[in-house]
């Protein structure tokens, strides 16, 4: 199974009401510092435009055309999705490159009727979910190859169908077909009738192995798409349980396998769910998200602790099942004194904290790049964040921070902090004012708050204790306070 417009159909397919079928659409990726077409749709062909093709050329020929950036990334993800839906057919399927698939459809094509029912079924799968495919079938992995990209899929039956093809349907590389077709071998009947020998001695063994291997006289290796690991793993108990200890052991029990699974595959749980069967056929589940990624039991265990407590066993629990939902890559890394990490700690608290208010309400602030004090931080969940270290700042910046508030005084509006004000009903003198710090707005930006114009910033420290953070607007002059210093 072949799939000439992958990238393409797996960006159309999901924005149909941005781009119709008739509208050229292309997607680009950057080739020796040139944007390059890199796919394109059946519309944009009929337009003359093709694959690596200069897209600045392709615009001035088709003026209307629709562009994407490429993610082959995407692609690559988006085929083994395919794999996954074509074992509706067979248990057996492979990857082809970057854009095919491989069955083997021996012993599965009479629950479809034959091979040619199987044939239909799959074009009106594929044309349902709007992707282009060519299909072939075939006695070897050459031939059904063959048929795909240059026969016109119907199911290969003799040899004789094999030898009206032209010569790049042997998956012979570009240099050998120009070569052959220069000496008039155009098609795989030409190459039949000429002596072996003359053949490989003048194009190498390549022509001959890739001839023998599409009519199945030299045997071709196939190795079918792996199943993804599975990280579960359970137990059966001849007797019920159900005390909190002897569900605590058997979960241990659990974690050592899970575990040990998890570090085969340099893998991590984020989401651990706990299953118990109770004896009356109910289920009770216990679910376990993580920090960050963890596959040491001895950490994980004690966070099952307050979950199991609350587990109603009845009358009583004859399975245990483990299983970790969500993983992410977690390599091996050796361990010494000095790099020990210290925030072992702070995960486990916050993967206990997070278990009872939520992982998403415990919170970090982050540095950004900004000058403008209310965009100079970010604000993103702790579990799924790094602390960062490069808090640097040129000036002090206050502890707290609220929205601007206007400052009551007495006397002329200058650029000068006023002596004595009054803030939140509350009166202050200045003992010592240090700036002006002056912050332009980012134009770039839609802030309303920051439409005013300029600000010159004060550290202000007052009579009475406090120390605030005033600013001054040359363009509307006026005072406000915008922050509190410890």
């Known amino acids: 199974m072949w799939f000439p417009r ?5 960006v159309l397919r999901v924005r149909p009401f941005e781009t119709h079928s008739e509208t050229p659409f292309v997607l680009t990726q950057n080739q020796q510092n040139t944007q390059r077409v890199y796919c394109l749709n059946r519309a944009a062909e009929k337009q003359g435009l093709y694959r690596g093709m200069g897209f600045s050329d392709a615009r001035s ?19 083994h999705v395919l794999a996954r839906w074509g074992k509706r057919y067979c248990p057996w399927v492979g990857v082809d490159g970057d ?8 012993g599965s094509t009479h629950l479809f009727g034959g091979e040619q029912g199987m044939l239909v079924d799959m074009r009106q799968r594929l044309a349902r979910a709007q992707i282009n495919a060519r299909i072939g079938i075939g006695d070897t992995r050459g031939a059904a190859w063959a048929l795909a990209h240059y026969g016109d899929d119907a199911t290969v039956s003799d040899v004789g169908e094999i030898a009206n093809l032209p010569i790049a349907a042997l998956r012979v590389d570009a240099k050998t077909d120009m070569s052959l077709q220069r000496v008039g071998l ?13 053949v490989a001695r003048r194009f190498g063994g390549d022509v001959l192995l890739r001839l023998d291997q599409t009519l199945g006289q030299q045997p071709e290796q196939i190795s079918p798409l792996q199943d993804a690991p599975h990280y579960g793993v359970r137990m059966t108990f001849p007797d019920p349980i159900g005390l909190y200890d002897d569900v605590m052991a058997g979960t241990a029990r659990l974690l050592d396998r899970l575990c040990a699974k998890l570090k085969a595959q340099e893998m991590g749980a984020r989401v651990l769910q706990l299953t118990l069967r109770r004896v009356d056929k109910g289920n009770q589940q216990v679910e376990l998200r993580l920090a960050a990624p963890l596959r040491d039991h001895t950490r994980i265990l004690p966070l099952f602790e307050r979950g199991v407590h609350d ?28 790099s020990a990490k210290p925030r072992d ?22 540095p950004a790049d900004s000058h403008i004090p209310e965009r100079s931080f970010q604000i993103s969940p702790a579990a799924y964040s790094d602390a960062s270290g490069n808090w640097v700042a040129l000036r002090p910046r206050p502890l707290r921070l609220f929205p601007p508030e206007t400052i009551r005084f007495t006397g002329q509006i200058t650029s000068r902090p006023p002596m004595q004000f009054h803030w939140r009903k509350m009166f202050f003198s200045i003992a010592r004012a240090t700036g002006p710090e ?12 920051w439409r005013s114009g300029l600000r010159d910033y004060w550290r202000i420290e007052t009579r009475q204790g406090r120390r605030l953070w005033l600013f001054f607007t040359p363009q509307n002059p006026n005072w406000f306070a915008q922050g509190e210093f410890a």
């Open 99 to 106: 854009d095919g698939l491989l069955f083997n459809v021996s």
């Open 6 to 10: 992958l990238p393409s159909d797996r």
């Open 186 to 198: 155009r098609k795989i009947s030409d190459l039949l009738t000429l002596p072996r020998a003359s």
């Open 311 to 338: 587990v109603d066993a009845g009358f009583g629990i004859d399975q245990l099942r483990l299983a970790a939902v969500h993983v992410e890559p977690l390599p091996n890394e050796q361990i010494t004194p000095s």
């Open 345 to 366: 700690g702070l995960d486990d608290l916050i993967t206990r904290l997070g278990n009872r208010i939520g992982l998403e309400n415990i919170q970090r602030f982050h």
């Open 438 to 449: 002056r912050i332009a707005p980012e134009w770039w930006l839609p802030d309303d708050n």
């Open 61 to 79: 020929y088709c003026p209307e055309l629709q562009s994407q950036p490429a993610n082959t990334n995407a692609d690559s993800q988006f085929l």
